[in-house]
């Protein structure tokens, strides 16, 4: 059980160029989730998912795309990659459940991040 | 608009001692609060959570506060120990908002001194 992976761990883009990172979870979970992290901002939600072949937009969608063709897989795309998106970016995935009459987020199981610099 | 705040950037405490980390919120549509850990390199991992019918939840050393009328949580470590240095995101979620989307703090690091 190797829980929530993501590839690569690095990667070095010029301006322009473009890019998909993967995200694989092996617990059957519905709902991924494309984050990213920067220096004194916690983490922001770029894309999610709340099953296969669905997707939406979270608080910081633009210049990135996702596909979620199998449940186990979320990529997220970088179509011409800018400096501003040179970030740590981490996927999670959690299965939701109703409690008390109302949807609560279930814990959301994190990967181990990819380090994205853009020059 | 910074809807969940960790107004405190870093936090130093001696081991055995009380560590205390602080979190406030402004939507008022959250109704579940999360404290995730996370170390150097690795992902964050989850700790411990609170509905908002509750105003407590207690998981060993780790226990989480809610005070609703505040918009105010905090996590409390007794007794901290070195193994707990890492930075501590609280995040927040809200059933009026899609399902299972979170808001995060900007983080505190803990360093616990041995």
């Known amino acids: 059980n190797a829980g929530v992976t993501q590839t690569p761990k690095f990667r070095v883009l010029k301006t322009g160029q473009s890019m998909t990172l993967l995200c694989a979870q092996d617990?059957?979970?519905?709902?991924m989730y494309w984050y990213r992290q920067d220096p004194g901002m916690g983490l922001r939600l770029i894309h999610y998912s709340v099953g296969e072949g669905t997707t939406a937009k979270g608080e910081v969608p633009d210049g990135y795309n996702v596909s979620r063709l199998k449940k186990q897989n979320f990529l997220l795309g970088l179509e011409s990659a800018a400096p501003s998106q040179t970030s740590v970016y981490f996927c999670a995935s959690s299965y939701n459940k109703v409690t008390s009459g109302s949807f609560s987020t279930d814990t959301q199981y994190f990967g181990p991040g990819t380090r994205l610099t853009v020059l | 608009d910074q809807q969940v705040k960790q107004n405190s950037p870093s936090l130093s405490v001696q081991e055995g001692r009380i560590s205390i980390l602080n979190c406030d919120y402004t939507?008022?549509?959250?109704?579940?609060f999360l404290w995730y850990k996370k170390y150097p390199a690795e992902g964050p991992t989850f700790l411990i959570s609170i509905s908002s019918i509750k105003d407590k939840n207690e998981d060993g050393r780790f226990t989480v506060f809610l005070n609703k009328s505040a918009k105010h949580l905090s996590l409390h470590i007794v007794p901290s120990q070195p193994g707990d240095s890492a930075v501590y995101f609280c995040?927040?979620?809200?059933?009026?908002?899609?399902?299972?989307?979170?808001?995060f703090g900007q983080g505190t690091i803990l360093t616990v001194h041995p």
């Open positions: 995040a927040a979620s809200g059933s009026g908002t899609s399902y299972g989307k979170l808001t």
């Open positions: 617990m059957n979970h519905e709902y």
């Open positions: 939507n008022s549509m959250f109704d579940y």
